[in-house]
């Protein structure tokens, strides 16, 4: 056999290390948000019960692989060589297309990349092959459409029955336990955690024996006696919760690991093919045209059932489990599907408001009142009291996204759905499933209030539309990389190959210090958010000098590439202060009640502040650069000269301040004040030269609107930095003993 193809087979199986590096990145997660989100466990905890079902799950998803072989093509009309193209095409095209969803933090779906990618893949194999001739004289066909149309339809049903299922078990569900849920759990809650056991146990356990070949007497004994075993197993569950009730034990946090458990081994039964069927696949091929030698021989022998080798699995499931504790990138990913669930911060939202989900809220506020005509009042009543969230002291500081109750029914239903899929052989998106769920429980759990649901459906939106550029995007790349294969041959692979080593290396992210510096947190109470903001008030102050003299110095000397930069340091302040003024209400909830009106009315005249100054700042760096990037003639020397004195004066006041700042030390805030008022007269001066200059026809038109728009908006932010100076010391002040 060639060493061509040996090579191939070789960047096969590190491509899928590679794959199972960018696809847990993305996948994890899926199974991981739950427990996280509700802060069942420490977070060391819930990695270990995952890694475990990531194991089990491993061993037996062996099932899954023929998917990969021999799912959308028909593989006795290709010849190994064109096979081994199409294997590449596709593993290419999945690590470079999940690299790119990761880095922008949107969950997609490797099984929908998987599938897309097989059939483009094989499509652009095809097309450069010549038409083969059939008996009676039709040209064969090469591709499995049907099989192909039916796992994608399941793909696409999973979003619409997950949704449902996950809407519907929620509200049920909290219509029985209410947001209060510690007394009803007393008396309904074994009874409901020995459900979720049963399922968690039936469909995670039992079904993924079955689809792993192991302990066939007992999964026939178990499919002959499908409701005695389901009966026998909830009621050694709802027995064992009763005791571990009895013994003070959360029942809920169990359930939820366990859930946590189920969900990582259907993870890893399901999605493991999507990571290394491919390059097993390859592997076999390789075996099979040994035997010959032969490159053109056809390899219709895929179509044989197929049983992956054990250590294969077990090799696949610890690099998965070793990536699920060291990947940075599921944080990006996880922050997603958290904040578009969340039942707190409404305000601080990622995504933002868009025609079609402003119209969708519409109509679901007139639904909403036509319910409520129609709908006796008692009954209104009693729901809404059901519904009736705690208040963030109820909640406490150990509260997470959103509570067990929830976190639960994520876990359950999603365990339930995959299970089935992988049962049945169709390769459902553990993604979909599990980002559907979690956003029907947490519509039906009322988590889209009127202030946050416009944003939360432009991130469902954005998440979804996600998903179907992902299975466009795989179908379109699988294409090009595979006819770029087949035309370029060894130089075509090695280059791809080096393509996606740079992809997947660590990349260092610019501007860390800066980023670091304005990241906006909440902390946990009154003393760390006051301390925390004095701190921060400082540091954007001394930003801000910093930003505003270099930026007048870089456009007076029309540096272009700093401008850029300076714009992307005034919009990292302007963000950090806009974030953290969405997310005063949240953050006025964890003061102390015996000083909360002065602690209060300080924060939100000190975030005000802060966002004006920076809002300012902005306004001031964009204009800069886009008047140097469009080539626009630079200042005059009269201009250049006020700009001069004006940003002298401005780093001179500055000074002052961030001194008094830092010191506590407010003796000296008259000359603040005074020296405020020389620079408005300087301003002041310096406008009236302008106008005098555009009488006379002295100076450019461009030149003129940038020049005032500089010298307005350092009004603004100067007003703005001492009226910040003012509050701090009227704080600070307050704050000492008598």
Not at 247 to 264: D, W
Not at 274 to 290: E, T
């Amino acid at each position: 056999m060639s060493l061509v193809y040996t090579f191939a087979v070789v960047v096969l199986i590190l491509l899928a290390i590679g794959g199972l590096y960018v696809g847990v990145s993305n996948d994890a997660v899926n199974f991981l948000n739950s427990a996280i989100g509700s802060k069942a466990a420490p977070k060391k905890v819930i990695l270990i019960i995952a890694s475990i079902g990531i194991i089990i799950g491993a061993l037996t998803s062996s099932g899954m692989m023929e998917v990969a072989r021999s799912g959308v093509y028909y593989p006795e009309f290709f010849t190994f060589h064109e096979v081994m193209i199409l294997f590449l095409g596709v593993m290419f095209a999945n690590v470079i297309l999940l690299d790119v969803f990761n880095s922008l933090g949107l969950p997609t779906s490797t099984t929908v990349a998987l599938v897309f990618g097989l059939l483009g893949s094989a499509i652009g194999v095809a097309i450069l092959k010549e038409p083969i001739i059939g008996a009676d004289g039709d040209p064969v066909t090469l591709i499995n459409s049907g099989k192909a149309l039916a796992m994608i339809s399941a793909i696409l049903l999973s979003v619409v029955l997950a949704f449902i299922t996950g809407t519907i078990l929620m509200f049920f569900s909290r219509l029985l336990f209410t947001f209060r849920y510690h007394k009803q759990l007393r008396r309904w809650g074994a009874l409901w955690c020995g459900v979720a056991f049963t399922i968690i146990v039936y469909f995670a356990l039992i079904k993924g024996l079955k689809s792993s070949g192991f302990a066939d007497g007992l999964v026939a004994y178990i499919n002959d006696n499908t409701m005695l075993c389901l009966l026998i197993v909830f009621a050694a569950s709802s027995l064992l919760m009763f005791l571990l009730q009895c013994l003070k034990v959360n029942i809920l946090k169990v359930t939820i690991l366990a859930g946590t458990f189920s969900l990582a081994l259907a993870f890893a039964g399901n999605d493991l093919v999507n990571f290394i069927g491919v390059p097993l696949a390859g592997l076999d091929s390789w075996k099979i045209a040994s035997e010959t030698g032969d490159p053109n021989m056809l390899m219709g022998r895929l179509n044989d059932p197929v049983q992956a080798d054990t250590i294969f699995l077990v090799v696949s499931g610890l690099i998965m489990i070793l990536t699920l504790w060291t990947s940075k990138k599921t944080q990006n990913v996880s922050d997603t599907e958290l904040s578009l669930s969340s039942t707190q911060d409404e305000g601080s939202e990622k995504f933002g408001s868009t025609a079609f989900s402003r119209a969708i809220v519409r109509v679901a506020v007139g639904c909403s009142r036509w319910f409520e005509d129609h709908t006796p009042k008692r009954l209104r009543t009693a729901v809404a009291h059901r519904f009736e969230a705690p208040s963030a002291a109820e909640m406490g500081a150990d509260f997470g996204q959103y509570d067990l109750i929830r976190a639960a029914v994520n876990l359950t239903a999603s365990s339930m759905l995959i299970i089935i899929g992988t049962s049945l052989k169709l390769p459902l998106s553990t993604t979909y499933v599990t980002f559907m769920v979690a956003m029907g429980s947490s519509l039906a759990d009322k988590a889209w209030g009127r202030e946050s649901a416009v944003n939360r459906i432009t991130g469902v939106i954005t998440v979804v539309a996600g998903w179907f550029v992902t299975g466009l995007a795989a179908f379109v790349l699988s294409i090009v990389i595979s006819l770029i294969l087949s035309l370029g041959g060894m130089v075509a692979i090695i280059a791809m190959s080096l393509l996606c080593v740079y992809m997947m290396l660590p990349k260092k992210k610019k501007n860390a210090q800066t980023e670091e510096a304005v990241k906006v947190e909440l902390p946990d109470n009154q003393n760390e958010v006051l301390g925390g903001l004095v701190v921060e008030v400082c540091q954007i102050m001394q930003t801000t000098t910093d930003i505003y003299a270099q930026t007048i110095a870089a456009t007076l000397t029309e540096d272009r590439k700093a401008l850029r930069t300076l714009v992307r340091r005034s919009n990292d302040l302007f963000y950090a202060a806009r974030e953290r003024k969405y997310a005063m209400l949240p953050t006025l909830h964890k003061f102390q009640e015996e000083n909360y009106v002065d602690a209060g009315h300080y924060y939100v005249q000190v975030v005000d502040y802060i966002s004006e100054m920076c809002k300012a700042l902005v306004h001031i760096t964009r204009p800069c650069f886009e008047h140097i990037d469009n080539n626009h003639r630079g200042m005059s020397e009269e201009q250049v000269e006020d700009l001069t004195t004006i940003n002298n004066s401005v780093s001179e006041l500055y000074s002052r301040i961030n001194d008094m700042l830092q010191s506590n030390d407010f003796a000296n805030i008259d000359l603040v004040l005074a020296m405020r008022d020389e620079l408005f007269d300087l301003i002041a001066q310096a406008i009236k030269n302008q106008l005098r200059r555009i009488q006379n026809n002295s100076t450019s038109t461009k030149a003129s609107m940038l020049y005032l728009t500089i010298l307005n908006e350092t009004k603004t932010m100067v007003l703005q930095s001492r009226n910040l100076l003012k509050s701090q010391k009227y704080f600070v002040e307050a704050q000492r003993p008598e």
